[in-house]
């Protein structure tokens, strides 16, 4: 009896350490993950060091930690994610890109430092919204001029069938109106 007692005790103890690789690596994924939300920078830096995958996603939503950094307006974050390789076009699991996001949310710093990092200008989410429209729908008049100097497309219609030009209209957003007619929007 001693000697199963101690093959089973023997096989528990050689089980923990043989652990799967992708087990070890899921594992170093969610401590990166829950660093990221936490903005817990320096567990952010030691993990990006080991060679954690930047781009990893959350199990639960999709995100990406720029994503997360982007909803959090953590401009310095998010340029450090995206100098290590973050990927700034990646969707969430509702469509929207960190760019989308940020436009949405009048964030002009993080909208300055994605487009300087080649984010894609026009990316829709789930529902033909493209970042330009999100400005407009915010009444974000600095972000749309940002977009448009950028080279936004202005003519791209959401799956309502309506520019940013007409949303502007629809909304009464005078300056926005402009901005877009300026850049040679018509309706």
């Known amino acids: 009896m001693r000697v199963i007692k101690n093959i089973v005790l023997f096989m528990m103890f050689a089980g923990f350490f043989l652990v799967p690789a992708e087990a070890q690596n899921f594992s170093a994924s969610?401590?990166?993950?829950?660093?990221?939300?936490?903005?817990?920078?320096?567990?952010?830096?030691?993990?990006?060091?080991?060679g954690v995958n930047i781009n990893t996603r959350d199990y639960d939503d999709d995100t990406t930690p720029l994503i997360i950094a982007t909803k959090k307006k953590d401009v310095s974050l998010a340029g450090y994610l995206i100098?290590?390789?973050?990927?700034?076009?990646?969707?969430?699991?509702?469509?929207?890109?960190p760019l989308l996001?940020?436009?949405?949310?009048?964030?002009?710093?993080?909208?300055?430092?994605?487009?300087?990092?080649?984010?894609?200008?026009?990316?829709?989410?789930?529902?033909?919204?493209t970042p330009l429209i999100a400005a407009v729908l915010a009444r974000k008049d600095q972000i749309v001029a940002s977009l448009l100097k950028a080279g936004a497309d202005y003519t791209i219609e959401d799956y309502s069938g309506r520019s940013p030009l007409q949303h502007a209209i629809d909304g009464r957003r005078r300056n926005a109106e402009r901005l877009l007619k300026d850049a040679g929007a018509v309706r």
Not at 38 to 49: F, H, L, N, T, W
Not at 83 to 97: E, P, W
Not at 103 to 121: C, F, R, W
């Open 30 to 50: 969610y401590k990166f993950m829950k660093a990221v939300k936490e903005q817990d920078y320096r567990e952010i830096k030691v993990a990006i060091e080991k």
């Open 83 to 97: 100098s290590n390789g973050a990927k700034t076009d990646l969707y969430g699991k509702d469509g929207k890109v």
């Open 101 to 129: 996001i940020a436009a949405a949310g009048g964030d002009n710093a993080m909208v300055d430092l994605l487009i300087k990092e080649g984010a894609g200008l026009n990316f829709a989410d789930d529902n033909g919204t």
